[in-house]
C-alpha cells in the first residue's frame, strides 16, 4: 500500500519527487503521484511542508501488508577464474539447495538471477533446483562491479516482489548486498549458518540464524515488517540440492534487458589478479584433511609438528584466531568467523579452546577430533573423537606411530 | 580535503566468556577498545593527510555513534593524531541495526563534509561488514570494500586494490568516496605525545537526533528492520566418544578412527 496524497492539502511544489530513493513520485497534474513503486520508507513524509503525505496509519489496513510479495530468489554469484574468464561460484549451487528447502516450505517458486555469463550457465541452475532465472545476459555483467549489480538488482526486486533474496557471503556479496538492502530499504543478516520459515507466524517469517557477539553465540534474527527478507550465507555450510537434468524442460529462463544507464557506475575495475600460483595458496576450501592449532601450540615451533602431521597424512594446516593474532601463522591460514570456513571430511583441532568463533567455522566438518588439556574446552562439544592430553606428548607420538606403519 | 573516518567502541570479543550454567555472556570485566579493523581506518588516514603534505589542505574527522561512554575512543583516535571527533548519541539511537546506524551516520557525514569516508572491514562485536556500503548507498556515492592497498588519489579519483576470495581487484573510484579497510593495509601507529595532549583538550561535538534531521521512526531500535528473537550457544555433537586410557591408548584410538575414515 503506497503513500497516499491528500488533493486537497497538495501544492504539487515537487519537492518530494526529490526525496524518494525509488523514483515512485511524479508531478500529474498538478499533484503529487505516488506509484507502485513506493516502499513506505517515509522519506518524502518529511519533506512535504503542506503535510499532504501520509502513510495511511490509523486508517483500516489490509490484511496482509505483504501481499503480492513471493518466491525465494538466490543471487548466482559468478567469480573470476582469471583476467578474461570467469564461471558461476559453488556457494550459487548451495544457495539453490537452501532455497529449495525454503521454496518447497513455503509453497512458492525459486528463482535464481544471474548477471552476464551463458546461457549454458543459466540452464545449469535449472538443473540444480531453480524453476526460474532471471537473466541479464548482458557480458558487460561479467565482471563484478558494486554499483551497476546493485542498482539492477534492487529495481527487479522492486519490480518482482520476492519474499526472500539470498546472496554467498563472499567477498562480493558482502560488498553490494548492503548496497541492495539500503536501497530497498530493508533489513540484512550478514553470515547466516541456518535459514528456515517460521511456520508458527502469520506472516511465515524467514528465521535467519547466525553467529554473534565475536562468534561466542548465536543468535536468529527476523525482519517481520519487511519485505524482502535478505541475507548472506556462508560458503561451504548448505548442502547443495539434487541435481536434476529433468529440471530444465520445466524451468524458464527469464532475460533481463539492461541498456547504458544500467551499466553506470563511478567505479571502474581497472585489473582482476587472481592467484594462480599454487606455492602461495593455501587451499583450505578444497583440502579433505585439516590440521589445525591454537593458543595451546604455544609458539611457531608447536605448527611445525603439525605441518609434519598434516604431511604425512596429506592434509592442509590451519589454526585459530589467536594462533594469528599470535603472529605464528599468517592470517591465510585462519579458520572460524573471521577466516575461512571449512567442511573437510576430517579436521583435527590441537590446542584449540574452541571459541565459537571458531566453531562455527569448522563444525560441519564429518569428523572432528580434538586434542586439549582441558577437559572441559568447548571444542569438545564438537568434537567426534575427544582427547584430553597434551598435545606435545600426543602428536610426536601419532606421528611416529604413522611412521612406524608406513615402514612396516 | 576533508576525510571522515567511522569508528566503532566494542567490547574485546577476544575476552568474552560463557557462563557454562546460563548460557548468558558474561559482559562484566570485558575491555572496551576501538573496533581493531578502525585502528586500520585511522592510520589510512592519517597516512593519507602526510602524503598529501602542505599541498592540499586536509583534515581528518572521526566519527562514532554510541553511549556517551564512547567518548573515550574518539579521545583515544585523536591521541595517535586525528583533528575533529564527532559523536552521534542519543537513548532513540538505541538498538539500531545496520539499516538504522547507516542512515544516522550518512545523515551525520553530510553534515560534516567529506570527500573520503573510511571505514573498518567489520566490527569484531557484530561482524557484519554491512554499514560501510550501506552508508555510502544512503549518500549515493561509489564504496570500495576490503581496499588493501591505496595507491594513489590524484584529483578526484582514488585507486585502490580490494581483497577478493581468491586474489585482488584494481579499482578506481571517483570521489566522494568509501572505502572498507583490511588488517593487511597498514600497521597502526602509536600515540604521540602532542596527540595525547590534544586528546585530554579537545572539545567533542555531539550530535543528536534533531541535528541530523531524522525521525524517532527512523532510528534505534524503531527504525531496525532486523530484529533478535532469540540468542543461545551451539548444541553439542551428539555421539562423541572421548579416548580414555594411557597416551599410547589414546594414540592409538586416534589412528583406529583416522583408518576408519580411510585417511591413512
Known sequence: MPVKVSKEKCTGCGFCVTTCPFDAISIKEEKADISEYCQMCSACLTACEAGALSTGEGEPSEKNPFAGYKDIWVFAERKQTGPQSSEVAPVAYELLGAGRRLADARGSELCAVLFGGSDEEARELLKWGADKVFHAANPAFDAFNDEPYARLLSSLALKHKPEVILAGATAIGRSFFPRVAARLRTGLTADCTSLEIDAESEQKNLIQTRPAYGGNIMASILAPRHRPQMATVRPRVMKRADYNPEREKTGRIIPVETDGESLKSRTKVIECVRSTDDAQKVNLHEADIIVSGGRGLKGREGFQMLHELAGLIGGAVGSSRAAVDEGWIPYCHQVGQTGKTVCPKLYIACGISGAVQHLVGMQSSDTIIAINKNPEAPIFNVASLGVVGDIFEIIPLLVKKIKERRGA | ?264
Do not use: W
Open chain 2, 1 to 264: 580535503m576533508r576525510i571522515v573516518v567511522c569508528i566503532k567502541q566494542v567490547p574485546d570479543t577476544s575476552e568474552v566468556k560463557i557462563n557454562p550454567e546460563t548460557g548468558a555472556l558474561v559482559r562484566e570485566g570485558v575491555p572496551s577498545i576501538i573496533n581493531p579493523f578502525d585502528m586500520h581506518a585511522i592510520e589510512a588516514a592519517l597516512s593519507i593527510k602526510e602524503q598529501l603534505g602542505s599541498s592540499a589542505a586536509c583534515s581528518v574527522c572521526v566519527l562514532t555513534m554510541g553511549p556517551p561512554q564512547a567518548e573515550s575512543a574518539l579521545r583515544e583516535a585523536v591521541s595517535f593524531g586525528v583533528d575533529e571527533a564527532v559523536l552521534v548519541s542519543g537513548r532513540e539511537f538505541a538498538g539500531g541495526d545496520t539499516l538504522a546506524t547507516s542512515r544516522a551516520l550518512s545523515a551525520a557525514i553530510s553534515k560534516i563534509g567529506a570527500d573520503i569516508i573510511i571505514c573498518g572491514k567489520q566490527a569484531i562485536d557484530g561482524d557484519t561488514a554491512q554499514v560501510g556500503p550501506e552508508v555510502a548507498e544512503f549518500l549515493d556515492i561509489p564504496h570500495i570494500s576490503y581496499v588493501k592497498k591505496i595507491s594513489g588519489i590524484s584529483g578526484a579519483v582514488i585507486r585502490a586494490e580490494r581483497m577478493m576470495d581468491d586474489g585482488h581487484d584494481v579499482v578506481e573510484a571517483e570521489l566522494p568516496c568509501l572505502i572498507t579497510v583490511v588488517r593487511e593495509l597498514n600497521t597502526p601507529r602509536l600515540p604521540s605525545l602532542k596527540g595525547k595532549m590534544a586528546a585530554k583538550k579537545i572539545e567533542i561535538k555531539k550530535l543528536g537526533l534533531a541535528d541530523l534531521g531524522i525521525s524517532e521512526e527512523e532510528a534505534g531500535f524503531k527504525g531496525s528492520p532486523t530484529q533478535v528473537k532469540k540468542i543461545f550457544t551451539p548444541s553439542a555433537r551428539t555421539g562423541r566418544r572421548m579416548a580414555e586410557g594411557s597416551i599410547e591408548e589414546q594414540v592409538d584410538a586416534i589412528i583406529k578412527e583416522l583408518m576408519e575414515r580411510k585417511c591413512l
